[in-house]
């Protein structure tokens, strides 16, 4: 089963559909990659990846994620051992919660997921990153892209209000091929207004700030 064969809408919302379930799980399930730009990363929004990752069988499948720069302490700490390759972490058996993040390891390993930090560097960008677009492509290379979502887990609990715009290669091949170079541009930074870094590369220069939550709740 491809993407094509999936019966999609235009439009999600979620006062009439289930995004995640409707839309997000099945066209993770049928891709062997999926590209994302989102306003920040979390242990739980990684974890969820799992719900559309668990039955997949083609671990040549992969995933790339463009992040906003702000993480919480806690989720630093832990991103941080799972995606640096030059040393090998054990983890405390107490951060080890159903197994979660020992699964998580095994997605990052599996699907070769790979994230990267885009920071604003213009005066006329005087904020934080947080573009929200996402792209699937499946076997056949037949595409789906979204935007519009601030979302980033696949966690069929969560009650955000939000709503999604999607386009498929076969029915909007030029808004779809629009979507890919905006990522392909912003993956290999070569977008206006923002600098791209590897995560480890990133932290490892203190580029990486902490949530306001963060702040507030150690206060």
């Known amino acids: 089963m491809g993407l094509r064969d999936l019966s999609l809408k235009q439009e999600y919302r979620s006062d009439v559909d289930d995004v995640v379930s409707e839309f997000f799980i099945p066209c993770l399930t049928n891709s062997i990659q999926y590209d994302r730009t989102v306003e920040f990363i979390s242990i739980k929004s990684l974890s969820t990846l799992t719900f559309g990752l668990g039955n997949i069988q083609d671990h040549h499948a992969k ?3 463009v992040s906003g720069h702000r993480f919480s302490t ?3 700490n832990i991103i941080k051992k799972l995606f640096d390759q030059r040393t090998n972490h054990r983890f405390n058996g107490n951060l080890i919660r159903d197994h979660k993040i020992t ?9 070769k997921v790979q994230i990267k930090i885009a920071i604003p560097n213009s005066e006329y960008v005087d904020g934080i990153f947080e573009e929200r677009m996402g792209i699937f492509r499946d076997t056949n290379d037949d ?3 979204f935007s519009g979502t601030s979302n980033a887990t696949f966690d069929a609990e969560n009650r955000n209000f939000e709503s999604i715009d999607v386009f498929t290669s076969w029915d909007d091949k030029s808004r779809v091929e629009t979507k890919i170079n905006n990522f ?3 993956w290999n930074d070569e977008t206006e207004y923002v600098q791209v870094y590897d995560l480890i590369f990133a932290e490892r220069k203190n580029l990486l700030k902490f949530t306001t939550e963060w702040a507030i709740s150690n206060y």
């Open 63 to 65: 995933i790339r994620l």
């Open 184 to 186: 392909e541009k912003l």
């Open 103 to 111: 699964e998580l390891q095994k997605i990052i390993n599996d699907f």
């Open 143 to 145: 595409i789906v892209a």
């Open 74 to 76: 806690t989720d630093l």
